[in-house]
């Protein structure tokens, strides 16, 4: 798989967000990902792909998950995240 380009993540670099802000995904500009649930900072580290709208996860114990990009939400393992808007 091709590795993305800036220019291809640049739209969905940042921080995604359940509803409930249990979940908190952001995605780094450098290609990885940092993921905190609940009160627990940086529960799970990784790498990310995109391809289009399509985003594949690779973390750091080897597990793999992937989500798509619809209209400004992310749809990831059965979660829907919400770009947080900066204040």
């Known amino acids: 798989m091709a590795k993305q380009t800036s220019k291809e993540q640049y739209p969905y670099v940042g921080m ?5 802000g249990y979940i908190r995904h952001e995605l780094l500009p450098n290609g990885r990902y940092d993921e905190a649930r609940g009160n627990r900072k940086s529960a799970y580290q990784g790498s ?19 989500g ?20």
């Open 68 to 87: 798509d990009f619809r209209n400004g939400i992310l749809y990831h393992a059965g979660m829907i995240l919400y770009r947080e808007e900066k204040m």
């Open 48 to 66: 990310y792909t995109i391809t289009g709208n399509h985003i594949d996860y690779v973390d750091d114990t080897g597990f793999t998950a992937d």
């Open 16 to 20: 995604w967000v359940t509803k409930d």
